[in-house]
């Protein structure tokens, strides 16, 4: 699957899902979303909420990348550190590993960064069910 | 504080924040979001992110209860099990009470529950890292 | 299934697990362990590998109480929060509760105790595999 | 700080850790525990409670390498996923990194394997809250 081919699924399917395909690798994936205003919280921060989405897409696209483009597989964990204040006028970049591909479970680890920055604003380690025969 | 003076504070401080106080308690609150197209995915289910969302603010707002409507909490660590898929039709409530009030830190477990059904749709236990005098 | 029955299965099957069974009800449970010196660290304070084991022996008692005597329930994901700083002289009791049980994970949430104190020491949610045909 | 002494402070304040430490870094070590006959469960594989108490050791040791060898670094989250089997006849490796430090909190990621495997065995996330002045 290309990485065009995953962010049309993601217009047709979710056209809610305001983020964009960096790199798709094996078991690995790099999405990003431009902040804007309504993301932000008091203080020029961006909100907790808008880093766990983006953390739980960027399992998503990974996963789906994995074991195809089944809508089946659904979030059943996820535990999120914040870590360091995001900036309010970067991009924020979800790069995402898988560390267990099982026929039930696949989880995966997640690294969330303002653009440009060495440290990571937020981590996140997330479990999906996936239907078991594919 | 009553929980018209919390929806105000929300009302001004987070006017996105799209969910109505059910009721202030010691060191407990009920919170719920009314769910429109907007929050569902594929399916006809809630989305993960608008029940994070909605556990987060949940605690946010007994924390706040708590120490005072001091804009400086935020959130450190959040863990969800999501168990039940929540209704597509109903609101989704958010029970949170605190199981630690500390100095530093304070933690709380929250419930979430599709309106008029027994079974919680999520479990969220999430930590506040809070000013350390109040 | 009687307590005794469940404490015989773990001196068959686990010799090393250190716990007394108090309480089986539906779908909880509740088990204490009896603090020694090897349990403590400096500072004569009980350990967090002991708080964690007793957490996931609990999620473990309740879960074969409610799915009977099968060895492969084996644990996918624990998250603990610790609370407060447990007794060196009391026993440690751990108050588990299922709050999803699946066909293929249950979840549980367990709260620990120090013997005659109201405030818990710690927080676990835990979450088991368990058979699919049972 | 070299890996002796703190294999020495380790050998003098926590006897019963039974652990060798491989490799002390820059915000990073590498720790191993020698599995036993006791430290199994039935199919012969390592208790969960054995990889967690190893994965909180590993982070302990990384963190005091940090902030030096102060008594009163606690653990105040862990998160543990378990991926795989791990085998009984092998030495059990702890691998953390530290992703923040803070004044008040510090956060490392762990992986643990079995030695000689690639796959891990299980990973976890855990947070020690730290003396604010050092």
Do not use: W
Not at 3 to 10: A, G, I, R
Not at 28 to 44: N, S, V
Not at 51 to 75: F, P, Q, R, S
Not at 77 to 106: H, M, R, T, W, Y
């Amino acid at each position: 699957m290309t990485k065009e081919q995953m962010q049309q699924f993601f217009a047709d399917e979710f056209p809610q899902a305001e983020f964009t395909i960096d790199e798709l690798g094996h078991r690995c994936a790099t999405i990003r979303k431009h902040i804007e205003f309504k993301h932000l919280r008091p203080g020029g921060t961006v909100s907790g909420p808008v880093m766990m989405e983006l953390a739980d897409a960027a399992l998503y696209v990974t996963i789906l990348n994995e074991i195809g483009l089944v809508a089946l597989a659904v979030t059943t964990n996820l535990n999120i550190n914040f870590l360091n204040k995001p900036e309010s006028e970067k991009d924020l970049i979800a790069e995402c590993k898988l560390i267990k591909v099982g026929k039930a479970l696949i989880i995966g680890d997640v690294y969330l960064y303002s653009e440009g920055k060495e440290d990571p604003v937020a981590h996140a380690v997330g479990t999906y069910s996936v239907p078991p025969k594919r």
